[in-house]
Nanobody
Framework: QVQPVESGGGSVQAGGSLRLSCASS???????MAWFRQAPGEEREAVAT????????QYANSVKGRFTISQDNAKNTAYLQMDSLKPEDTAMYYC????????????????WGKGTQVTVSS
């Protein structure tokens, strides 16, 4: 499928873990897959990115040390392992794909998934 398809969201208590998946046929050589999130009333923010060439990763400061992004190139899929979740991680999480190197600028991404909800209760 061209449009990214996310899965793995849900509800968890603070301190728990979730693993999100994103599959897209456009996540191919020399492309980037990113996770963004948006909470109600808040602006969208980049969470993590991974570049298919070499698996180079970037993280937002708010999730460093807690979230891990990884890839399975054979499946055109990227994963976001979220550990030590906090209530402030509650948001709709979106997967996005772009050609070339990664960026935290959402407007550069041409393909977006429909999102998966993550809810963390205290």
């Amino acid at each position: 499928q061209v449009q990214p398809v996310e899965s793995g969201g849900g509800s968890v208590q603070a301190g728990g873990s979730l693993r999100l998946s994103c599959a897209s046929s456009q996540y191919i050589r020399n492309s980037c897959m990113a996770w963004f999130r948006q909470a109600p009333g808040e602006e969208r923010e980049a969470v993590a990115t991974i570049y298919s060439g070499g698996g180079i990763t970037q993280y937002a400061n708010s999730v460093k040390g807690r979230f891990t992004i990884s890839q399975d190139n054979a499946k055109n899929t990227a994963y976001l392992q979220m550990d030590s979740l906090k209530p402030e991680d509650t948001a709709m999480y979106y997967c996005a794909v772009k050609d070339g190197y990664c960026s935290f600028l959402g407007s550069l991404y041409k393909l977006w998934g429909k999102g998966t909800q993550v809810t963390v209760s205290s």
